[in-house]
């Protein structure tokens, strides 16, 4: 093995599955793409900066991503700088092209030694037609959260009605009926409504004042 990529297998052991670091460095290597591990964000999992002022490929990925959901984003991410190598601007950022590189960067993966079952059926499913996030697919998202550690944080859809959570640590709601796959929640703090996913990890509040 390339000392660069065994060096570099070592430092993203800890964030993907086992086995998969080697592969990681090496697309990492391969596309020259600067990698910032970055606090949790709670509007992204990732994303992709193409080369400017400068800078080379860049690829920002939430620290906080349990080591499925991590790989997934970075393939993701990675399936964006290799559609502006071909495509540049000129196409949709999610569209056919993408859709394409995402699977063809993806497929190496899919198989039982990377992911539990449960996370490679809904994955399976998912790539059949990927979306911009893997959080628009509930199958997935909810398999995926099976994974993730707990820190007090609930699906919002487990939560019963008019209950307190925060999101973040600015944000408090008081959840409201179900529409669609969101639910209608009051901001406590400006009383405006909003729109919740059902899947929104959140904390339940029980004393608010």
Known sequence: MDAQVQKLAQ????????????AVAGMII??????????HRATKLGDYR???NG???????NKSLNQYAFLITFVHE???????NAHGNRVAPHGKEWK??????MLPFLHHSVFPENVLQA?????????????????????????????????????????VFGIDSNKIFKKGPLQKKRFRCLNLINKRYYFVSALARVKPIEHFE
């Open 11 to 22: 430092q993203v052991k800890s964030f993907v599955p086992s086995g998969t670091e080697t």
């Open 30 to 39: 391969k596309n020259q793409i600067h990698i910032t591990v970055t606090k």
């Open 50 to 52: 193409p080369p400017a």
């Open 55 to 61: 800078k080379g490929h860049r690829i920002t990925l």
């Open 78 to 84: 990675v399936a964006h700088l290799i559609c502006w």
């Open 100 to 105: 394409h590189y995402f699977k063809q960067q």
């Open 123 to 163: 994955l399976n499913k998912y790539m059949s037609n990927p979306a911009a996030s893997s959080c628009a697919d509930t199958d997935l998202l909810r398999a995926l959260h099976a994974f993730e550690e707990s820190d007090g944080l609930v699906n919002l859809e487990d939560l019963p009605e008019n209950q």
